[in-house]
Nanobody
Framework: QVHLVESGGGLVQAGGSLRLSCVAS????????MGWYRQAPGIERELVAV???????NYADSVKGRFSISRDNAKNTVYLQMNSLKPEDTAAYYC??????????????WGQGTQVTVSS
């Protein structure tokens, strides 16, 4: 019922930048938190950044000062601006959106993932 489409991944050299986008669509009544997670081969999925509907943000220590999360509520879209990328940022990045479909139906949906590869 909720579909997420991610874009913006790719191959970049160390020190470069990328901007990820994630658009949510479907029978959405309201959206609460929107976040980005990442998963590298052999490693558990980890939180990168999250933003609430009030605009509060939280970042993994490893990306603080380099990554910035933002959202456009009118477009049901969340962004992740990634600067000063490092090879250790290489991973599949997944969007997660939590909200309400109706007065009493909560949801938590995941995107299909977008690959970010940072070469040294």
């Amino acid at each position: 019922q909720v579909h997420l489409v991610e874009s913006g991944g790719g191959l970049v050299q160390a020190g470069g930048s990328l901007r990820l986008s994630c658009v949510a669509s479907g029978s959405i009544f309201s959206i609460n938190a929107m976040g980005w997670y990442r998963q590298a081969p052999g490693i558990e999925r980890e939180l990168v950044a999250v933003i609430t509907n009030g605009g509060s943000t939280n970042y993994a220590d490893s990306v603080k000062g380099r990554f910035s999360i933002s959202r456009d509520n009118a477009k049901n879209t969340v962004y992740l601006q990634m600067n000063s990328l490092k090879p250790e940022d290489t991973a599949a990045y997944y969007c997660n959106v939590e909200g309400v479909l109706g007065p009493a139906t909560r949801f938590s949906s995941w995107g299909q993932g977008t690959q970010v590869t940072v070469s040294s």
